[in-house]
Antibody
């Protein structure tokens, strides 16, 4: 079974770049067939899909963050990366990485990591 | 594109059935049978309980069932149990490899 673990700074200053890593075990991110996604949940709010990367490197992003986000992957480390630039307090959230066989559902999730944007 | 619309809260007694609605548009829920539902307990990752509108992932109880009519998808939980108390989120494919979530519904088991 695929397992995911998010890591990265818990505190980011406003206007700077949020960078997170998702380490995958139990399956290769380069094997194909999986969509590797980032999602978040802001305090007191619902889940928001940020975007995904497919094993060939194709990416798709939520229009709400598309101008600020980039995702990448390193198959040799079996890791996924999220970069979100020009952050504001509205980007404070628990960030999850997740995956599934199809773009439209998320079968395996990481535990999530809290990122707070400070002024 | 807006998030899908869910009721903020629902409640029910143990053993009863409840239904949570998820209303979208004819660009997402109405166009695709690709709605998924997630159960989210505090301090745990969300858990997939329904995918492709009415399919169960391996190991998920059939007390959870999904359906759709027009632009509205629904999650029904039968035989309510105390552990069902959680937030529930719907998610729909919206074309162009993009998905959107609902705002979430808090289920209280009385």
């Amino acid at each position: 079974q695929v397992q995911l673990q998010e890591s990265g700074p818990g505190l980011v200053k406003s206007s700077q770049t949020l960078s997170l890593t998702c380490t995958v075990s139990g399956g290769s991110i380069s094997r194909g067939g999986y969509y590797w996604s980032w999602l978040r949940q802001s305090p007191g709010k619902g889940l928001e899909w940020i975007g995904h990367i497919y094993y060939g490197g194709d990416t798709n992003y939520n229009p709400s963050v598309k101008s600020r986000v980039s995702m990448s992957a390193d198959a040799s480390k079996n890791q996924l990366y999220l970069n979100l630039n020009s952050v504001t307090a509205a980007d404070t959230a628990v960030y999850f990485c997740a995956t599934g066989y199809r773009v439209h559902y998320f079968q395996y999730w990481g535990q999530g990591t809290l990122v707070t944007v400070s002024s | 594109q807006s998030a899908l619309t869910q009721p903020a809260s629902v409640s029910g007694s143990p053993g009863q059935s409840i239904t949570i609605s998820c209303t979208g548009t004819n660009s997402d829920v109405g166009s695709y049978n690709l709605v998924s539902w997630y159960q989210h307990h505090p301090n745990r990752p969300p858990k997939l309980i329904i995918y492709e509108t009415n399919k169960w992932p391996l190991g998920v109880s059939n007390r959870f069932s999904g359906s759709k009519s027009g632009n509205t998808a629904s999650l029904t939980i039968s035989g309510l149990q105390a552990d069902d108390e959680a937030h529930y989120y719907c998610c729909s494919y919206a074309g162009n490899n993009i998905v959107f979530f609902g705002g979430g519904t808090k289920l209280t088991v009385l």
